[in-house]
C-alpha cells in the first residue's frame, strides 16, 4: 500500500458550515439515545409514555440523517472538504446510524430473544457499521476506489434511516413492547437488521446523488414531483419515508436492468456542465 498523498492544506483545518451540520448529526444522535434510555425506564416502570420517547428517538436519528446529507453537499459547495470533516463524520456516523438504531432496536424487539441472540444481532449491524466507515476513510486516505460516483454497498445513514422509518411505521400497530417482540413486526425488525448489516458490505451499486447541490437545475415536471414527495413526507411521516428508504434498497437490486438512460435520468451523472476527473468513493464527508 503506498503512503497517504501529500497534502497542500492543513488537515486539521476546521470548516464552520460542513462541520457545524456535522456536529447537528451528532447531537441529533445523541438525543436518539437518550430519548431510548427514557422510553425504556418507561416501559420498565409501567409509564404509559414509553412509545412517544421511542418515536421521539426515530425522528431525531431521521434529522441526523438530513444533517448528514447537508455536511456533504456544503463542503463540496464551498470547496472546502478536508480531512478533519472526513474524520468528524464519521464519529458522528457511528453514534448517529451505528449505536443508536442498533440500541432503538434491542430495546424494543432484541431484548426479548433468549439465549443472548439479540445483542449478538445488535452488536453485528453495530459492528459492519463501523468497519465500513473505517474502509471508507481508508478509501479516502489512501485515494482508493471504483473512480464512480456510485457506493458500492448501501450507506449506513440509509441503513439506520430504514431501521428507523420501519420501526416508526410498524410500533404503532402493536399496544405494548411485549406483543411487538412476540409479533411478525419483531421477526421483521430482527431480520431486516441482519440483511442490512450484510448489504453494507455487498457489490451492489447505490447512486450517490453527489451532482445534486444548490446549483442543481431541475425541469417544470421533476421540480413538482420533488415538491410533492416532500409534501407527502410532512403529511404522511409516519410511513411515506419508510417507503422512501425501502424505495432506495431496491433501486440497487433493480439498477443493472434499468436502461442507461433512465439511469442518468435517476441519479443526474449528466447534469455537470464540464467533465470532472473521476474521483473515488468518499471524496465528501457524508459518503460512507
Not at 498523498?5 to 441529533?28: C, E, H, S, V, Y
Not at 479516502?140 to 440509509?158: E, H, K, V
Not at 409479533?183 to 453494507?200: E, K, N, S, T
Amino acid at each position: 500500500m503506498s503512503p497517504p498523498p501529500q497534502r497542500t492544506t492543513d488537515p486539521a483545518k476546521i470548516f464552520l458550515l460542513p462541520n457545524l451540520m456535522t456536529a447537528g448529526n451528532l447531537i441529533f444522535g445523541f438525543l436518539a439515545v437518550l430519548k431510548i434510555f427514557e422510553g425504556s425506564i418507561q416501559l420498565e416502570t409501567g409509564g404509559p409514555g414509553w412509545a412517544s420517547f421511542y418515536r421521539e428517538s426515530i425522528y431525531c436519528i431521521l434529522a441526523a440523517c438530513v444533517f448528514d446529507l447537508l455536511d456533504g453537499r456544503l463542503a463540496r459547495l464551498g470547496g472546502k472538504e478536508s480531512p478533519f470533516g472526513r474524520e468528524f463524520d464519521s464519529l458522528a456516523d457511528i453514534v448517529s446510524f451505528g449505536v443508536a438504531p442498533a440500541l432503538l432496536v434491542f430495546k424494543i424487539v432484541l431484548s426479548a430473544i433468549p439465549h443472548q441472540i439479540g445483542w449478538l444481532i445488535a452488536g453485528f449491524y453495530l459492528l459492519c457499521g463501523a468497519l465500513r466507515l473505517a474502509r471508507f476513510n481508508i478509501a479516502s486516505t489512501y485515494n482508493l476506489g471504483t473512480g464512480t460516483r456510485n457506493f458500492t454497498g448501501f450507506p449506513i445513514p440509509a441503513a439506520a434511516g430504514l431501521i428507523s422509518s420501519i420501526t416508526l411505521l410498524i410500533i404503532s400497530n402493536y399496544r405494548n413492547e411485549a406483543e411487538l417482540a412476540a409479533g411478525y413486526g419483531g421477526i421483521g425488525l430482527a431480520a431486516l437488521m441482519v440483511f442490512l448489516a450484510f448489504m453494507m458490505f455487498s457489490k451492489f451499486e447505490y447512486p450517490s446523488f453527489k451532482g445534486f447541490n444548490w446549483r442543481t437545475q431541475f425541469s417544470l415536471p421533476k421540480f413538482l414531483g420533488a415538491v410533492l414527495l416532500l409534501y407527502l413526507n410532512v403529511i404522511y411521516y409516519w410511513w411515506m419515508p419508510a417507503v422512501m428508504f425501502v424505495s432506495y434498497l431496491l433501486y440497487g437490486f433493480l439498477r443493472p436492468f434499468i436502461s442507461r438512460a433512465w439511469r442518468r435520468e435517476i441519479e443526474e451523472d449528466a447534469e455537470d456542465e464540464t467533465p470532472q476527473p473521476a474521483a473515488p468513493p468518499g471524496a465528501g464527508p457524508e459518503d460512507v
